[in-house]
């Protein structure tokens, strides 16, 4: 049973960076795919990033330049760089995650995760 924990969440000025990690257990061999959501209070959750096992990411517009999506195999983590952080960027942020995954090209896939993290917040004050 695969299972997520993500950390790295904290309050930060504008401008300034964080690096969220997801450490995920008991994914099998053979393809996958991971990614970072986030909700805001009041709105509802959205996506931020996905990236696939063999490395393919996508990124919602909102983040594009400002975060990056990247993975250790060998430890099976998922990171989110946050750079630039805005106001607007305070969430929860969540992880996820499907088994037997896979996509291509830089466009928003469209893929129901079945197993999420417990989040973890990021606050920017302005």
């Known amino acids: 049973q695969v299972q997520l924990v993500e950390s790295g969440g904290g309050s930060v000025q504008a401008a300034e960076s964080l690096r969220l990690s997801c450490a995920a257990s008991?994914?099998?061999?053979?393809?996958?795919?991971m990614a970072w959501f986030r909700q805001a209070p009041g709105k509802e959750r959205e996506v931020v990033a996905h990236?696939?096992?063999?490395?393919?990411?996508a990124y919602v517009d909102s983040v594009k330049g400002r975060f990056t999506i990247s993975q250790d195999n060998a430890k099976q983590i998922v990171y989110l760089q946050m750079n630039s952080l805005k106001f607007e960027d305070t969430a929860m942020y969540y992880c996820?995650?499907?088994?037997?995954?896979?996509?291509?090209?830089?466009?928003?896939?469209?893929?129901?995760?079945?197993?999420w993290g417990q989040g973890t917040q990021v606050t920017v004050s302005s």
């Open positions: 990236i696939s096992s063999g490395g393919q990411t």
């Open positions: 008991g994914i099998t061999a053979g393809d996958y795919c």
């Open positions: 996820a995650a499907k088994e037997k995954c896979a996509f291509g090209g830089t466009a928003l896939p469209k893929i129901s995760y079945n197993v």
